[in-house]
């Protein structure tokens, strides 16, 4: 067993700290209290990332990206996201459900995403389709050579700065041992296709300045062409993007739970009451020690199920459980963090708040943590039924 | 034009440094450890050398324990060409650094040594001084610019009284102040790059060096801890404090 990290992943994540300090983490307090990432900054903080290889540094180096292994993608997302989501976004990584491009989806989809002239966005959640993700109501019907697709999308994230959806609709039924269950294909979607809005979304607790959409779909037409893998065969395209999504998820809880525990640390150490650190006292040292304790696990978990990612044997089970413990541990420390800090905890001059008001939707979306116990317990128990 | 940039190992700037219990030393266990600052100034400035057309090779040396070679990958990434370990558990006095450096020099012909002026653990600042005596190149200390001639370098010192321009023949040793220039990050393709760039170990005795520590260290304690100044209510009472209290007027 070797628990230690290589010379490049030390590096990667020096040198993403250094970025971040120098590049995003100036202007936090600006995107929290407009709730905006301006274009100009979002644009030069693409470039800043491009010059520095760190944009699209998950998707591969022959086609242009960073070629990290799994383990580094989940370093460096740590890293990023010691700062905001608005911000850390910024620094785009191009859905790795995108590698189902075929030749000439590749030139005008996955490339451009690579070289960060496209941004796309992912659109699978409805209304009344959240867990229950093949409940979906929005449907493409073939029409000769091309797809008419109607329905509604929601909480599609950062839609509003996006070029193209990945977009998931159900384009028919199939029976199976448990009723009937709808087929699911993947469409790419141009911003601008006629018959498809960009409409702004809700206002959210969690993550000021990236914001969340509504996609509408009123008989708009596609071509055949933009169909992303085979019809009918949405999810398979999808799977193994869902797991990665969850490290990912994973991987920024790590981040912020590091900035928290930073930032609790040095006030219990600091904070003077009744003459002395409040860290002296075993109810804010202890809580310290719970902190870390619960991130380091996390940690492990994570770094494990990427490394695992990387030797090709990582399960459904391995990232849903690193996912439901970062998150679950991220909800711990921002909140154990903020009573260490006590009414300073809540105001904005220091990051907590914003941690906190965060942390809530780790929890909820790419799978909530109930839907992470349900394919957690699941692996466990199929294989026992009689 | 071969630069040569040594670079050392100290614990990072970020870390509160503590002394350890038996008073040998500093903390250097699980400790937080980086690029000497200054030698990051230096690497950046061999690399715009480089960029610049002006330099056509970047050789950075270490010495220390083996891990200084995570040092050396670092300034690998940031863009050095090759780098050399000398690799020793001693702690390695100024004189001797400098008497390696040397060997090191004699053997690479650089035309320039770009270092830190000083390193951020024993703030020594002797280092470049010494190699300039030995190899009696010409020298140039607390560099905040430089700007390469033919066969010449002007380079502005920081000094007392302000700032000093000075021309020196080259090869030269420049010792780089703070504000020579901004270290860059190492890039992700550079830093992927760094692994296969050429890394060689040595010993100091490959260089007949002898690197016997020359002084003995008694103990090293924490400065005592200032006490918390007195607000004073008035200019009278001031002075009252410093004539009868402070006793300096």
Redesign the interface.
């Known amino acids: 067993m070797d628990f230690a990290l290589t ?2 992943h ?3 994540r ?2 993403a700290r ?2 971040v300090e ?1 590049e995003l983490m100036p202007y936090e307090d600006e995107v929290e209290k407009t709730g905006e990432v301006r274009p100009e900054l979002l644009e030069q903080i693409k470039q800043k990332s491009i ?4 944009y699209a ?1 998950n998707m591969p ?1 022959e086609l242009g990206g ?3 292994d799994a383990l580094s993608v989940t370093i ?1 997302e740590q890293e990023l996201s010691r700062t905001s989501m608005a911000l850390q976004y910024a620094v785009a990584r191009p859905s790795g459900i995108l590698m189902a491009c075929n030749e000439e989806q590749r030139e005008r989809y996955l490339l451009p995403a690579i070289r960060g002239e496209k941004v796309d966005c992912l659109a699978m959640t409805e209304p009344d389709a959240g867990s229950d993700v093949r409940s979906m109501k929005a449907t493409a019907v073939k029409d000769g050579d091309h797809w008419v697709i109607n329905g509604t999308k929601h909480f599609i994230s950062h839609a509003d700065v996006s070029d193209f959806v990945i977009l998931f609709v159900a384009t028919g039924e199939e029976d199976t041992p448990r009723g009937k269950k709808k087929l699911i294909t993947a469409f790419l979607v141009d911003m601008g296709t006629p018959g498809f809005e960009v409409a702004p979304g809700y206002e959210s607790v969690s993550h000021r300045g990236y914001h969340n959409c509504i996609l509408n779909f009123d008989n708009c037409r596609v071509h055949e062409t933009q169909i992303l893998g085979e019809v009918h065969k949405g999810f398979a395209v999808a799977n193994e993007w869902l797991a990665g999504t969850r490290l990912q998820v994973a991987a920024m809880c790590l981040g912020r739970c590091e900035r928290a525990i930073e930032v609790a640390s040095e006030w219990a150490a600091t904070r003077k009451q009744f003459g002395q650190p409040i860290g002296k006292n075993q109810g804010v040292s202890f809580k310290l020690a719970d902190m870390l304790t619960e991130f380091k696990c996390a940690e492990l978990m994570t770094y494990y199920a990427s490394w695992k990612l990387d030797q090709g044997t990582m399960t459904d089970s391995d990232a849903a459980m690193a996912k439901l413990k970062a998150t679950e541990a991220l909800a711990m420390i921002s909140d154990e963090a903020i009573q260490i800090l006590g009414g300073m905890g809540l105001m904005n001059e220091l990051p907590l708040e914003r941690i906190w008001r965060d942390h809530r939707v780790e929890r909820i979306w790419d799978g909530t943590s109930e839907i992470q116990r349900h394919i957690i317990s699941r692996a466990m128990l199929r294989p026992l039924e009689q | 034009m071969k630069v040569l940039v040594p670079v050392k190992r100290v614990v990072d700037y970020n870390v509160k440094v503590r002394v350890k219990a038996d008073q040998s030393g500093v903390e250097t266990a699980n400790v937080k450890m980086s690029m000497n600052p200054f030698d990051e100034i230096a690497v950046e400035e061999a690399i715009r050398m480089k960029e610049a057309g002006k330099a056509d090779e970047i050789v950075a040396v270490s010495i220390g324990a083996a891990q200084a070679q995570e040092t050396l990958r670092t300034a690998l990434a940031m863009g050095a060409d090759r780098a050399i370990l000398i690799e020793t558990d001693e702690l390695v006095e100024p004189l001797a650094v400098a008497k390696l450096l040397k060997a090191v020099m004699d053997e690479e012909n650089p035309g320039i040594v770009l270092l830190g002026k000083q390193a951020i653990d024993d703030d020594s600042n002797q280092t470049a001084q010494m190699l300039g005596a030995l190899t009696g190149w010409p020298q140039a200390t607390f560099v905040s610019n430089i700007e390469l001639g033919d066969g010449s370098l002007e380079a502005t010192r920081e000094v007392d009284s302000g700032l000093e321009t000075i021309k020196v023949n080259m090869p030269a040793v420049v010792s780089v102040d703070l504000r020579l220039n901004e270290p860059r990050y190492a890039s992700l393709p550079n830093i992927m790059k760094a692994k296969k760039k050429p890394l060689d170990t040595k010993s100091a005795a490959d260089y007949g060096v002898d690197v016997t520590p020359r002084l003995k260290t008694i103990k090293v304690a924490e400065p005592e801890a200032r006490s918390g100044g007195v607000i004073v209510g008035s200019v009278a009472e001031l002075v009252d404090k410093l004539k009868n209290e402070a006793k300096v007027l």
Request: no cysteine; proline share 0%; net charge negative.
């Open positions: 010379e490049e030390k590096m990667i020096e040198s250094a970025f120098a010059e520095n290889g760190f540094a180096a960073g070629g990290l460096l």
